[in-house]
């Protein structure tokens, strides 16, 4: 597979990851902690 | 004369100040929590007396009382176990609510919205850029020519730019060279921090809980860790937060990779032990052979280095009270003296010095070993073995362990291990990976250059050969083996009876089946031999018969055991590719050097720079393999071998091994490629033809008739 199509692809899941982890922080936040 | 101070020791000692002054009207509540956790340990050591011993010590436990210091409760967190529950249980309900979910990508949005926003500030300067690579670029021949601008710049680097880099890089040696001063900082910032306080809490927590096992006092811990960490967590600004985890970050995934290579390099020499004491590795052209053979050269002195340290624990263990240290420091002595040299001179060696003590026994003709009162003999469980046995074994051992170099190659090998020594027992490093390149030529070895004649057991190239003997142990890499040792057919002019020696009466196959036995000490073979080829049948089929063949099928691309590199490595594609196309577009049109390519180049280099050296410090590729035994018969099994670059090609050896020859041999022309003629046009002509000299052509030529009859 090509370098830079399987990086992007990489880059997607740590996008995603980032995403579900602020997720979490925005739903303490709700909470007021 | 009076010795002028060092002016930088006034600004170590204004840091010092400034941080003291921090202490003082910052972080002035830091002794009060100190005297706290103090009282808290005294408490619980009370608690832990009274619980252990029965002691009746009138206590109050108050390591899990809050901290009556102004610090602030970090997140707002619920004071207690309880609070937090029903707290938790809402968070989840929450979680998974539509609407949540809904606000937060809208939350998102007008993250995005914002940042947008923000971006479009910097719109300008990107359009500037692109504008600036899409002009044309003007031409000229004006060879290293600075512009204007340029030369002022560089005028601002030397005069400016440069002493700011010098006097910081000379503070920080200075700094690292005077550890009082960094220790002090060090100091003062973990009791600003908190840090104290923390570690004697820990140990009051630790005294309460194993008194009490009261789990739940356990949070209660977390929120005083956390709120004694606020005075952290507070001072430091998001942006200081965010280099420290990108440093951590960083640092966690160098780790990574070096764990990750140390793993391959251990399977490797899982590998290497699971082969024989022969070994041909064969591939073609380019897929790695010598390379892997090096490799495997330098993993088997690793591993007869650790082998020869396991075996002599396990003689110690058997005679734990000889004075060990008496007996390597004699052999070590006799090394450095060269009274003995290969293992049949250190038996002989030990062999004398028994003989002594059989003369006239006494503690000092017996290294100090108070023989009458410990024991003489010791039961494995399999024999009764001989102090004197296993200080035969031992020596010998010691001597391979002191040996500097273990290899002998028939091409040049660098090796690096790192002998250390404080003139008691010595130490090897044996790591690959945390080696300094800059330390290279410092700590570098090189193979021994193998003579041929050590190894035959018959006859010798060289009469009177000195060293025709000297081989008893050691590890034999011998690349392009079948050049060496050819097959039948290559040598069917040769013969035993010949006066001449040859490859057919020399014993060197002889000394092949042979070699273990003059290398084997403790059960363990300390002598490997291991060469390469293209095709095992090159080998004649006597002395390929006792190889093993590893054949490598495939060499994998380079691969990164570092994690987390596929955003550097996207942006590093994407600048360089682009760079690199601007850039030959630039040297074909100009000769001069100006401000903007000046640090573009800069830029460029410094992240490409980078990204090699990442993938030259983590970088590995990964060869398939296939093993099956010298008679080929067709038997395999897959392997797999892993190549760390900066094991095998940091100056490891060189792929040319053998260019110096060719490099004399070309010398002798006086031709070279760009005088030869060209083809005329695309049908090579007869005359063309026969300025090949080609077998095949001439072959054509002389069986037709008719061409000859012209």
Redesign the interface.
């Given at each position: 597979m090509n370098?830079?199509f399987?990086?992007?692809l990489?880059?997607v899941v740590?996008i995603l990851i980032a995403?579900i982890v602020?997720?979490?922080f925005?739903?303490?936040k709700?909470?007021?902690? | 004369m009076k010795k002028k101070i060092d002016y930088r020791h006034f600004i170590c000692v204004s840091i010092t100040l400034v941080c003291l002054a921090f202490s003082v009207f910052k972080f002035k509540y830091a002794p009060l929590r100190i005297w706290e956790s103090l009282i808290d340990i005294f408490n619980s050591f009370k608690f832990y007396l009274n619980e252990l011993f029965g002691f009746n010590f009138a206590f109050e436990p108050t390591v899990n009382d809050f901290t009556k210091q102004p610090f602030i409760m970090p997140f707002n967190l619920p004071n207690t176990w309880e609070e937090f529950k029903v707290l938790w249980r809402a968070y989840w309900q929450l979680y998974i609510t539509k609407t949540n979910i809904q606000a937060y990508f809208t939350a998102v949005g007008d993250f995005l919205y914002y940042f947008a926003r923000y971006l479009i500030v910097f719109l300008p300067f990107v359009l500037v850029l692109i504008l600036l690579f899409q002009r044309e670029i003007p031409k000229n021949n004006d060879y290293n020519k600075d512009s204007k601008p340029l030369a002022l710049y560089k005028r601002f680097e030397r005069k400016v730019l440069k002493p700011i880099k010098d006097w910081l890089r000379g503070f920080f040696t200075f700094v690292s060279e005077t550890p009082i001063y960094y220790k002090l900082w060090l100091l003062i910032w973990a009791w600003n921090f908190n840090f104290f306080a923390i570690i004697i809490e820990f140990f009051a927590y630790y005294l309460y809980f194993v008194a009490s096992f009261d789990l739940i006092s356990l949070y209660i811990q977390v929120l005083k860790l956390l709120m004694d960490l606020s005075a952290m967590l507070y001072f430091i600004p998001t942006i200081g937060w965010i280099v420290l985890a990108l440093v951590i970050v960083d640092r966690v995934r160098r780790n990574i990779a070096l764990n990750t290579l140390r793993h391959f390099e251990m399977r490797n020499r899982g590998f290497i032990n699971s082969l024989p004491i022969t070994t041909l590795i064969c591939g073609t052209m380019g897929t790695g052979k010598t390379t892997m053979l090096s490799d495997m050269l330098l993993s088997l002195e690793a591993i007869f280095r650790d082998k020869a340290q396991e075996l002599i624990f396990d003689n110690d263990m058997r005679f734990p009270n000889f004075p060990w240290i008496n007996f390597e420091n004699d052999i070590g002595k006799a090394y450095d003296e060269h009274k003995i040299f290969n293992l049949a001179t250190v038996r002989s060696y030990v062999d004398d010095k028994l003989a002594n003590f059989n003369k006239n026994p006494c503690k000092e003709n017996l290294w100090d070993y108070d023989f009458e009162y410990y024991s003489v003999t010791f039961d494995d469980k399999l024999k009764v073995v001989e102090l004197f046995d296993v200080l035969q074994s031992y020596a010998q051992l010691y001597f391979v362990y002191l040996s500097d170099v273990l290899v002998l190659t028939n091409y040049s090998v660098r090796t690096d291990f790192l002998y250390m020594s404080e003139d008691n027992f010595p130490l090897w490093d044996t790591d690959f990976f945390a080696r300094s390149s800059a330390a290279l030529d410092v700590t570098s070895r090189h193979s021994k250059i193998l003579d041929f004649d050590a190894l035959r057991l018959k006859r010798t190239a060289v009469k009177d050969n000195p060293l025709a003997n000297s081989y008893d142990f050691g590890i034999l890499g011998i690349t392009e083996y079948g050049k060496e040792r050819k097959n039948m057919l290559e040598l069917k002019e040769l013969k035993k009876k010949d006066v001449e020696t040859n490859q057919r009466n020399d014993g060197f196959i002889d000394g092949t089946k042979m070699r273990r036995h003059s290398g084997t000490i403790d059960y363990y073979p300390f002598v490997k031999e291991i060469g390469d080829e293209q095709r095992p049948e090159s080998v004649g089929a006597d002395a390929r018969d006792t190889f093993k063949i590893v054949h490598i099928r495939n060499k994998s691309d380079v691969k990164l055991a570092m994690p987390l590199f596929a955003v550097g490595e996207l942006l590093h594609n994407f600048i360089i590719s682009r760079f690199k196309n601007y850039y030959y577009q630039y040297r074909f049109a100009r000769g001069d050097n100006t401000l903007f390519m000046y640090l573009l180049k800069k830029l460029a280099s410094g992240l490409h720079n980078y990204y090699l050296g990442i993938y030259n410090l983590y970088g590995y590729s990964e060869l398939t393999c296939e093993t099956e035994m010298g008679t080929l018969s067709g038997d395999v099994e897959k392997h797999s071998y892993y190549l760390s670059n900066k094991k095998i090609y940091s100056k490891r050896f060189s792929t040319d091994a053998f260019s110096d020859y060719f490099a004399k041999k070309t010398m002798r022309s006086e031709f070279g490629l760009n005088d030869l003629d060209e083809y005329s046009s695309e049908r090579a002509t007869f005359d063309e033809l026969k300025r090949q000299n080609s077998y095949f052509i001439n072959e054509l030529i002389n069986n037709d008739d008719v061409i000859n009859k012209k």
């Amino acid at each position: 597979m090509n370098k830079n199509f399987k990086n992007i692809l990489k880059m997607v899941v740590y996008i995603l990851i980032a995403l579900i982890v602020c997720y979490g922080f925005y739903t303490c936040k709700k909470m007021g902690v | 004369m009076k010795k002028k101070i060092d002016y930088r020791h006034f600004i170590c000692v204004s840091i010092t100040l400034v941080c003291l002054a921090f202490s003082v009207f910052k972080f002035k509540y830091a002794p009060l929590r100190i005297w706290e956790s103090l009282i808290d340990i005294f408490n619980s050591f009370k608690f832990y007396l009274n619980e252990l011993f029965g002691f009746n010590f009138a206590f109050e436990p108050t390591v899990n009382d809050f901290t009556k210091q102004p610090f602030i409760m970090p997140f707002n967190l619920p004071n207690t176990w309880e609070e937090f529950k029903v707290l938790w249980r809402a968070y989840w309900q929450l979680y998974i609510t539509k609407t949540n979910i809904q606000a937060y990508f809208t939350a998102v949005g007008d993250f995005l919205y914002y940042f947008a926003r923000y971006l479009i500030v910097f719109l300008p300067f990107v359009l500037v850029l692109i504008l600036l690579f899409q002009r044309e670029i003007p031409k000229n021949n004006d060879y290293n020519k600075d512009s204007k601008p340029l030369a002022l710049y560089k005028r601002f680097e030397r005069k400016v730019l440069k002493p700011i880099k010098d006097w910081l890089r000379g503070f920080f040696t200075f700094v690292s060279e005077t550890p009082i001063y960094y220790k002090l900082w060090l100091l003062i910032w973990a009791w600003n921090f908190n840090f104290f306080a923390i570690i004697i809490e820990f140990f009051a927590y630790y005294l309460y809980f194993v008194a009490s096992f009261d789990l739940i006092s356990l949070y209660i811990q977390v929120l005083k860790l956390l709120m004694d960490l606020s005075a952290m967590l507070y001072f430091i600004p998001t942006i200081g937060w965010i280099v420290l985890a990108l440093v951590i970050v960083d640092r966690v995934r160098r780790n990574i990779a070096l764990n990750t290579l140390r793993h391959f390099e251990m399977r490797n020499r899982g590998f290497i032990n699971s082969l024989p004491i022969t070994t041909l590795i064969c591939g073609t052209m380019g897929t790695g052979k010598t390379t892997m053979l090096s490799d495997m050269l330098l993993s088997l002195e690793a591993i007869f280095r650790d082998k020869a340290q396991e075996l002599i624990f396990d003689n110690d263990m058997r005679f734990p009270n000889f004075p060990w240290i008496n007996f390597e420091n004699d052999i070590g002595k006799a090394y450095d003296e060269h009274k003995i040299f290969n293992l049949a001179t250190v038996r002989s060696y030990v062999d004398d010095k028994l003989a002594n003590f059989n003369k006239n026994p006494c503690k000092e003709n017996l290294w100090d070993y108070d023989f009458e009162y410990y024991s003489v003999t010791f039961d494995d469980k399999l024999k009764v073995v001989e102090l004197f046995d296993v200080l035969q074994s031992y020596a010998q051992l010691y001597f391979v362990y002191l040996s500097d170099v273990l290899v002998l190659t028939n091409y040049s090998v660098r090796t690096d291990f790192l002998y250390m020594s404080e003139d008691n027992f010595p130490l090897w490093d044996t790591d690959f990976f945390a080696r300094s390149s800059a330390a290279l030529d410092v700590t570098s070895r090189h193979s021994k250059i193998l003579d041929f004649d050590a190894l035959r057991l018959k006859r010798t190239a060289v009469k009177d050969n000195p060293l025709a003997n000297s081989y008893d142990f050691g590890i034999l890499g011998i690349t392009e083996y079948g050049k060496e040792r050819k097959n039948m057919l290559e040598l069917k002019e040769l013969k035993k009876k010949d006066v001449e020696t040859n490859q057919r009466n020399d014993g060197f196959i002889d000394g092949t089946k042979m070699r273990r036995h003059s290398g084997t000490i403790d059960y363990y073979p300390f002598v490997k031999e291991i060469g390469d080829e293209q095709r095992p049948e090159s080998v004649g089929a006597d002395a390929r018969d006792t190889f093993k063949i590893v054949h490598i099928r495939n060499k994998s691309d380079v691969k990164l055991a570092m994690p987390l590199f596929a955003v550097g490595e996207l942006l590093h594609n994407f600048i360089i590719s682009r760079f690199k196309n601007y850039y030959y577009q630039y040297r074909f049109a100009r000769g001069d050097n100006t401000l903007f390519m000046y640090l573009l180049k800069k830029l460029a280099s410094g992240l490409h720079n980078y990204y090699l050296g990442i993938y030259n410090l983590y970088g590995y590729s990964e060869l398939t393999c296939e093993t099956e035994m010298g008679t080929l018969s067709g038997d395999v099994e897959k392997h797999s071998y892993y190549l760390s670059n900066k094991k095998i090609y940091s100056k490891r050896f060189s792929t040319d091994a053998f260019s110096d020859y060719f490099a004399k041999k070309t010398m002798r022309s006086e031709f070279g490629l760009n005088d030869l003629d060209e083809y005329s046009s695309e049908r090579a002509t007869f005359d063309e033809l026969k300025r090949q000299n080609s077998y095949f052509i001439n072959e054509l030529i002389n069986n037709d008739d008719v061409i000859n009859k012209k």
